[in-house]
């Protein structure tokens, strides 16, 4: 499906945003599977299977997701694996994160690969064929690990984001750059005053201009990244940046509140899609969530997303 | 040996510097290996085993980089490997990655893994895990890729960082964490004035103060990087922060000049180790190593090494 819509032009944005009004939910589940979060029946199997190796611990990761995304693939309208918690376990849990893209997106989801890759423009270029673009084989091409979005970092300026922009326009893709990011630090350099304005607010004015050139329908396919525990700021930057789609992270485990969230959103109900990790995957770890024990971990998941979606839509 | 010396309380910035002095070469080889600077001759006979497929030019890179390494490891202290190169061939070239590594320390050398990661604390901890840590499956322990130092993003702040500074001081690694990077629009944001002072100076205090907790005899295992493009604030960087190795990309190729370099060592003659990619790694391909023809283009990497490391220590 999406090689046919890739062909006819079809922006990557407008379809995210499809499934966002198809589904009425705003809301990205991440999977972000530490292992620590994986029932004990599922990395016993796997321990028996492969032994305490990074393979058993790959298929532990493997058996969890697919629990999870079965249970919630029909309410959600996109994923966000977070390559790093993949990254610890080498080529096995790379290959699991290639995987979960793959079976994410057979089952319609939109896969925002959490990659924050960033580098000088030659490399970026190596990074962007890697994610979203494609790389030439003698006279065949490729696209390793072909999620639909992923998430970059500024720090180089315009040169070091120039291919990825340049793989939204070829193959109909799209990123979120990091804007104010979520963390208690981010302050330290993203805060700092330069002109009477915030580093932050600087580098989105350059999102808007990298994003002028790859227009969806409504929004850009150049997004951002903004933090659910720094609301006043997202008010501000959403103002600054009505055509930039939004990716919060940081709702729920991290300390965002639905209530802040609206102001993340634009007056047509759209502009901004909530992440939850933990509060989802982990969900039968907490009390709330406790009766379905670790078997029911992934109806846990469902009875966590369609809470937060309710949550969210309650301050639309 | 590596193993051995992380029990004795070993450092990695002195394993670094020991090997710079034994080879009197404050030189790195970048190892970025883009297929096109892969001889037709390695590219064909992997084509001939793999097809034109990810595994084909991922096995085309590593015949490439064994040829590589075998004739520099006896002049060079450190390889520094780009990993989207890599990346961008997916599974496959990551293995290759990974086979890289592990033969580049048979051979003596510092890997220096340019990952250029860096995410939220959590995060940050599970790419540490990956490159410079260790993370756990049962009673297990395994580091993933296990590079001897790797490169960092500090748009996180410290909460971003730490987990890496943890890293260093538990398995006696160390990180570079960019600066000033050597791209021409790296000054859109880090050259932007903050309190008088451009952001780069900002984010290089920050640096010396991660890096005081984690020192080796004389310099710190947290270092940082500097462009060889920006030989102006290259010298001020370098007194503001005389314990701080710096890691300088964009000699040769990107346009840097040994004459400018002098200024980012102390006067120990140490403080600066140069990379150079493309100029050893594709120097058969230029007018002055065409002598070697394809088929020498191992030779003509060790006589560009050769001269890049005369070119450097007739400033010093």
Redesign the interface.
């Known amino acids: 499906m999406f090689a046919k819509l890739r062909k006819t032009g079809y922006k990557m944005i407008n379809k995210l945003i499809e499934e966002i009004k198809k589904k009425k939910a705003p809301v990205v589940v991440g999977l972000?599977p530490?292992?620590s979060y994986v029932p004990e029946f599922i990395?016993e199997n796997a321990?028996k299977e492969f032994d305490?190796?990074?393979e058993?611990?790959a298929e532990a990761i493997w058996q969890f997701n697919k629990g999870i995304v079965d249970a919630v693939y029909d309410i959600i309208p996109a994923v966000k694996p977070?390559i790093?918690?993949y990254?610890?376990?080498?080529?096995p849990?790379?290959?699991v994160f290639?995987r979960t893209i793959d079976y994410c997106k057979q089952k319609g989801l939109v896969v925002i690969g959490d990659v924050?890759?960033?580098?000088?423009?030659?490399?970026?270029a190596?990074?962007a064929?890697?994610h979203i673009g494609e790389?030439?084989?003698?006279?065949?091409k490729?696209c390793?690990?072909d999620e639909d979005f992923i998430t970059v970092?500024?720090?180089?300026?315009?040169?070091?984001i120039k291919p990825f922009t340049d793989a939204c326009k070829e193959n109909n893709k799209g990123i979120f750059i990091?804007v104010k990011?979520?963390?208690?630090?981010?302050?330290?350099?993203?805060d700092?005053?330069?002109?009477e304005k915030p580093?932050y607010e600087?580098?989105a004015k350059?999102v808007i201009e990298w994003g002028e050139d790859c227009m969806g329908d409504t929004y850009s396919n150049v997004g951002c990244v903004i933090g659910a525990t720094y609301p006043e700021m997202g008010k501000v930057l959403r103002k600054l940046m009505p055509k930039t789609y939004i990716l919060v992270?940081g709702y729920g485990a991290q300390g965002g509140k639905a209530k802040d969230l609206s102001l993340y959103f634009n007056d047509d109900g759209l502009g901004a899609i909530i992440n939850s990790s933990r509060g989802i995957i982990a969900a039968y770890k907490q009390e709330e969530y406790a009766k379905f024990k670790e078997e029911g971990f992934a109806d846990a998941a469902r009875e966590a997303t369609l809470a937060m979606i309710e949550d969210i839509n309650s301050v639309l």
Chains 1, 2 share one sequence.
């Open positions: 972000d530490m292992l990395k321990f305490e190796t990074l058993g611990a977070q790093a918690m990254e610890q376990f080498g080529i849990g790379l290959m290639k924050k890759r960033g580098d000088i423009g030659s490399t970026s190596a990074y064929a890697a790389v030439t084989v003698g006279n065949k490729y390793a690990f970092n500024p720090y180089f300026g315009s040169d070091g990091l990011t979520s963390n208690p630090s981010s302050g330290e350099f993203q700092r005053l330069i002109d580093l600087h580098v350059k992270p």
